[in-house]
């Protein structure tokens, strides 16, 4: 009964001994950089490393793109504030539709009859009198 004993866990070591084998080859294949999983995990891990660059990447772009796009929004505001107060002084103005009394002087003329440089479109600081001699 014990010479049985020792055959059957000789048998058994020797049984463990092969499927130690077997899982080593395995294994073996399973880690090689070439052809296994071991080559996936590593194209995997060089994708994660240039996804985790391009992230960053993008997250700097993003946040200059922001700072950019806030300082438009503000000159824009700004630009619409100007815009604002000009509409309202506009308001300001005569109705160009309206039309004037008729006894209102010509303006190239003066009360004195001299003849004025100035077109009537033109703003009255510009205006240069020309003195013309009466014939």
């Known amino acids: 009964m014990d010479y049985i004993a020792d055959i059957i866990l000789g048998l058994g070591a020797f ?14 294949r399973f880690n090689n950089l070439q052809d296994g ?3 996936a995990v590593a194209v995997l891990s060089a994708q994660v490393d240039d ?4 992230l960053n990447q993008a997250q700097s772009a993003a946040g200059h793109s922001a ?8 000159r824009a505001e700004v630009s619409a504030r100007k815009l604002e107060l ?6 300001d103005l005569p109705d160009p539709s309206f039309s004037a009394p008729e006894s209102v002087p010509d303006p190239t003329t003066d009360e004195v009859g ?4 100035r077109h009537a479109n033109s703003p009255l600081f ?10």
């Open 15 to 28: 049984g463990a001994g092969i499927y130690c084998l077997i899982l080593s080859r395995r294994l073996k």
């Open 37 to 39: 999983m071991g080559g």
């Open 51 to 54: 996804m985790t660059k391009s």
């Open 67 to 74: 700072s950019v796009l806030t300082e438009l929004t503000e």
């Open 86 to 91: 000009m509409m309202a002084s506009l308001h």
């Open 114 to 117: 001299f003849t004025s440089s």
């Open 126 to 135: 510009l205006s240069n009198r020309i003195v013309e001699a009466a014939e």
